[in-house]
């Protein structure tokens, strides 16, 4: 059972915005970020944030079209994506750990991770 829940994912044409959502409960962490895999490759991290002073990191694909934000009083992390590409067709798993996570964006510093949810861009 995944302990974060996202949702928010579908499918949309290039060019366009999803915002994707993760309600993360008992398993809020000092950082929470969003990753994503794409069929034949690894997962790769996307955007994290320190939930505490909301300091942002993103990976460079993300850089200027994503943007991660969260709700502590919710104990809920948002990535709002804008102009889409047909390669950031992927499915998006939210991450929670430690705030050493935030620094990497690495799977492996991943404490707790959601079921995923699938982001399709159709040219």
């Known amino acids: 059972q995944a302990q974060l829940v996202e949702s928010g994912g579908g499918s949309v044409q290039a060019g366009g915005s999803l915002r994707l959502s993760c309600a993360a409960s008992?398993?809020?962490?000092?950082?929470m970020g969003w990753f994503r895999q794409a069929p034949g490759k690894e997962r790769e991290g996307v955007a994290g944030?320190?939930?505490?002073?909301?300091?942002?990191v993103y990976a460079d694909p993300a850089k200027g079209r994503f943007t991660i934000s969260r709700d502590n009083a919710k104990r809920t992390v948002y990535l709002q994506m804008n102009s889409l590409k047909p390669e950031d067709t992927a499915t998006y798993y939210c991450?929670?750990?430690?705030?050493?996570?935030?620094?990497?964006?690495?799977?492996?510093?991943?404490?707790?991770w959601g079921q995923g949810t699938q982001v399709t861009v159709s040219t």
């Open positions: 944030i320190y939930t505490g002073v909301g300091s942002t």
């Open positions: 991450a929670a750990g430690v705030s050493w996570l935030c620094g990497t964006l690495k799977p492996d510093d991943v404490s707790y």
């Open positions: 008992r398993y809020w962490r000092h950082c």
